[in-house]
């Protein structure tokens, strides 16, 4: 399980956006997105590299990201 700290989730738009960017670089996994804490939980992936690979993509989608 890989769990990621995201800002700028503020709305139900967002919440799609980063769902559907998380699972575009981790096909199959389940992704769940708390916008009040902004903790991004991805189940089904794992690693420090995939992490980062996830967080990279949210950065580049506008939603800066540490693992
Ligand atoms: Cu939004």
Same mark, same amino acid.
């Given at each position: 399980m890989i769990e990621l700290k995201v800002s700028g989730i503020t709305c139900d738009g967002c919440v799609r956006t980063v769902t559907r960017v998380v699972e575009r670089k981790a096909p199959g996994?389940?992704?769940?997105?708390?916008?009040?804490?902004?903790?991004?939980?991805?189940?089904?992936?794992? %690693?420090?590299?995939?992490? %980062?690979?996830?967080?990279?993509?949210?950065?580049?989608?506008?939603?800066?990201?540490?693992?």
């Open positions: 996994a389940t992704v769940q997105v708390d916008r009040a804490t902004g903790i991004v939980t991805i189940e089904g992936a794992d %690693g420090a590299a995939k992490a %980062g690979e996830i967080a990279t993509a949210l950065t580049a989608a506008g939603y800066d990201a540490a693992a």
